[in-house]
């Protein structure tokens, strides 16, 4: 596993750790590292990208929101809703990775830790974002 997809993976469960604790996403992060173990690299990545969608979470799912067809951001599952934040987030903020590395990541982080559909899900939004934000 790329030290990149690690970092997703560990942003994604402090994330979510964030999501349902009272105790912030430092501690999560923190704990996260400490269940997984990891390279410093991918504990910098995952930090960045915490910092990314907890500092911007207001703009990225106002983003988000106006890509949803027919759904409202409240019935997209936690866990996607994660993953498209962080998407979107190394979208707008990390030019040195290709569109298509994000999105494909994206999707595969959604396979493992989501429900069948979300690949597609995930791929459709991300797609459609990538297509605004950058040129695609």
Known sequence: MSKRRKAREIALQTLYAEEISPDG???ALQ???????SSEEAVLYARRLVVLVTGRRDELDTMIRAHLENWTL????????IILRIGL???????DIPTNVIINEAIEIAHRYSSSDA?????????SLAREVRAV
């Open 25 to 27: 996403w430092e501690k």
């Open 74 to 81: 409240e019935r997209v599952s936690k866990i996607d809703l």
């Open 119 to 127: 690949g597609g899900f995930v791929n459709g939004i991300l797609d």
């Open 31 to 37: 704990e996260t590292i400490t269940r997984r173990g």
């Open 89 to 95: 987030a190394e979208l707008l903020h990390c030019p």
